[in-house]
Structure formats: C-alpha cells, structure tokens
C-alpha cells in the first residue's frame, strides 16, 4: 500500500493504473501502447519524436524476438538514452535515474550507489544499465514481461522512510519529467541526502512547488538559546515572481525558489516575498 493519501501525494495514477504486461496473443495496438508505456518510463516521460525512436528494436519487440525485458535493455542502452542521461549529465544524476526509470524507485543508500559508481568505472556504461535489467530485484518485480514501472512510494519497495521522502525528489507526480520542470536539471538532487540519510519533505505537485530544487543543507536547528520548539525551521517555496522592472522584457521571471526560515523570521519572510510580487506555494517544517 502507499503511504499517505494518494491524491495528496501526486502518485494516485500510480496506485489506479494497473502493470501493464505484454501477454501472448495481443493486437498490433496493444503492442504500440507497450511501447509507449516504455519509452515513458524509461526515458522519464520525455517527448520522443518520430525520427528518434527505436525502429529496428521496435520490428524485433513485434515479432516476438525481444521480451519486453529486452526492449527495455535497448532503449535504456540507446544513443537516445545516453545523449539525455549519461553524455552531459553527472555521474550521481545518472544513476539515481537509472533507478528511476528502470527499477521504479530511488536509491536506497550510499552503498548502492557507490557500487554502481564502480560498475560505471571498470565496466562501463552498458554493464551499468545490465547491472539494473539483469538484477534479481528487476526479475522478482517485473519479469520479462511487464513494463518497469514507478513504485519507490509503496512500503514493499522501500526499507525505510528516508528512501521513501526520496523517491519524491526524483519523481514529482505522474506527469513530471526526469529533467524538465526541476532547476536541478542535470545535477545529482539526493547525492549529500543519500551520504547523510537524510529525510525530505513530502510537497503535494498540485502546487506550483513541484519544479522546485532542494536547497543546500545546512543547519536544521538553532544551538544554544531558542533550541526549543520555537527553533524549528522552516522551508518556504516560492515561485510566481514578477518582474518589476519598466522595461522588463517580459513581467514575469521563471525564478522559482527555496528559502530556509527560522521560526521566528517567518513573518517577515512573507511580507518580504508578497512585496516582491511571490506566490508562497508550500510551506513545510524541515
């Protein structure tokens, strides 16, 4: 079962739409939504033009030479695959989206990911992504013939709740994308939250806070004077600015933001956003 209301999570598709599998017998339209429900999962809902997509692995899934496993296994080792992902993009980043897109969830600790950080280093890219389709987490949930799909928010994916607060960095609601929507793009987003197991607030991608990258760690709390309950603090997401400027090019500016608030600095914090034109999208206690 997933943890809190599906609604609320951004994962209610998740939870009401079925495995989708590939069984003997079926139409030449069922066989393209498999396709489809692939190169979505896989390729972290990015748009596929026509002229990119997998046309010879596509004949050999059709005509029954390739399981679905299979075809998961060429499109992850595609060119297409690794010009968004491995070319540009930074180790870390690569690999929590391999977990991803080809075993449904985040990261479970810094062990896991060193030890795909050493795959990559002495075997390199393609033994990476065997590393994910050969395992026997990837057989036992999906098989040869099921689609991967996201499952990081369900308790039998995960060990604890750190990984589960994870799973939400990397996958905000069922239409966000691997790269586009989040100002941390290429960047690794749970790298230093994997090292020191570090839990992150859950935000519902209903508000504007769903492109929203993590700030940078620091302090939690207050030491000395005021470590009470009063030393709480606070992560504010902003997004909505509008440029002030007479001649602004455009009256609005996509620079969507964190901020760490202590308690008592909260007030000031919204009069100063409001003044500058902000939308508060969530507020939550770090």
């Known amino acids: 079962m997933p943890f809190g209301p599906a609604s609320r999570l951004g994962v209610s598709l998740f939870d009401e739409t079925p495995p989708i599998e590939w069984i003997p017998g079926q139409s030449e339209e069922e066989k393209e939504s498999i396709i489809q429900a692939v190169y979505r999962q896989v390729l972290g809902n990015a748009y596929v033009m026509e002229s990119e997509r997998l046309a010879i692995p596509e004949s050999q899934f059709k005509l029954g030479e390739f399981s679905v496993r299979e075809f998961v296994r060429a499109v992850a080792k595609s060119d297409l695959y690794r010009s968004r992902f491995f070319d540009n993009t930074a180790r870390y980043r690569f690999i929590e989206l391999n977990f991803r897109h080809l075993l449904g969830r985040a990261p479970r600790d810094l062990e896991e990911t060193r030890a795909h950080s050493t795959i990559l280093d002495t075997q390199g ?31 039998v994916a995960i060990q604890n709740m750190v990984q ?61 004077v005021g470590a009470s309950s009063d030393g709480k603090v606070y992560r504010i997401e902003v997004t909505g600015y509008r440029s002030k400027a007479v001649n602004a090019v455009s009256k609005f500016r996509r620079s969507n933001q964190v901020f760490l608030v202590p308690y008592d600095q909260l007030s000031q914090e919204y009069q100063r956003i409001h003044q500058q034109g902000g939308i508060i999208a969530s507020v939550s206690v770090v």
């Open 164 to 224: 589960f607060t994870h799973t939400f960095q990397l996958v905000r609601g069922a239409s966000s994308s691997s790269l586009k929507g989040d100002l941390a793009g290429k960047s690794p987003k749970l790298n230093s939250l994997v090292i020191q197991s570090i839990a992150t607030p859950v935000v519902s991608p209903a508000s504007d806070g769903a492109t929203f990258r993590t700030p940078a760690l620091g302090s939690r709390y207050r030491q000395g």
């Open 125 to 155: 890219f393609e033994a990476e992504i065997d590393s994910y389709l050969d395992s026997d987490e990837y057989q036992d949930n999906f098989g040869e013939n099921f689609v991967p799909y996201i499952r990081g928010y369900k308790s």
